[in-house]
């Protein structure tokens, strides 16, 4: 293809014999958007001059700037862009769950139909086979007691404990009431329990009133000393 220089000398493109060829098949199909096809595709390739994939230069679309006026671009990207898994969603956070007639299985722990296992948070209940001693040395079976006074505080009504998602889970520890009534403080202040590690303030105090009472476990006992001076055997205030 020849055509005029802007100086007046002629120009020639040469295209090579595959686009001859190319451009003489081209004219005896009689197709003209053959040809330009075919035209193109010799364009192209003496352009990339032989060039392997490899060695050519891959260039990235044009990105609009979109940064808003006070605020830093973002880096300037050159490669390909990759979408991040998105992340799971998070826990959904407790919430009181209500259990029916749950078994007791010792002075703080409950057992569901689901067979989840859940401790009363904060508190420490005796053990079954505990024996407590008054001062005039008589033995009494206090676990045993405790446990029994846990379900007659229940009388079959339901518990309500603050749980995540139970499923997947067979123990747990928990705050639980019985209707407005925290069981863990109730425990403590009847002198059923102790308080453990992760006692509140408020638990803690309740266990003391209850051993100055001497109410529950501490029924008969020896006077705390850093209790102020009561009548043995006091009940505690409703």
């Known amino acids: 293809m020849d055509g005029a220089h802007r100086l007046g ?3 020639t493109l040469r295209l090579g014999a595959a686009a001859d060829s190319g451009a003489k098949a081209g004219r005896r199909s009689g197709g003209p958007l053959a040809l330009l096809l075919i035209l193109a595709n010799a364009i ?4 990339c ?9 891959v260039v990235p679309p044009p990105a609009r700037n979109v940064t808003p006026p006070g605020i830093l671009p973002g880096p300037q990207v050159d490669g390909p862009l990759y979408r991040e898994p998105t992340p799971p969603p998070p826990p959904a956070p407790p919430r009181w769950r209500r259990f029916f007639l749950p078994k007791t299985t010792d002075g703080a722990t409950f057992v569901t139909r689901n067979h989840l296992v ?8 005796p053990p079954l086979d505990q024996i407590c001693r008054r001062m005039d040395g008589e033995e009494w079976p206090c676990g045993r007691t405790a446990l029994f006074s846990l379900r007659m505080f229940l009388r079959g009504r339901a518990v309500e404990c603050l749980l995540p998602n139970p499923d997947g889970i067979d123990r747990a520890v928990a705050p639980c009431r019985v209707g407005s009534i925290d069981v863990g403080r109730w425990l403590l202040r009847q002198g059923w329990a102790t308080p453990d590690e992760n006692a509140t303030d408020e638990y803690r105090t309740a266990a003391h009133d209850a051993r100055c009472d001497r109410v529950g476990m501490w029924r008969g006992s020896e006077a705390d000393p850093g209790c102020p001076g009561k009548p ?7």
């Open 9 to 11: 000398e002629p120009v």
């Open 44 to 47: 192209l390739a003496a352009g």
């Open 49 to 57: 001059g032989g060039l392997s994939a490899e060695e050519l230069e």
């Open 118 to 125: 859940i401790k009363v948070f904060g508190v420490t209940p």
């Open 232 to 238: 043995a055997d006091d009940p505690p205030p409703s």
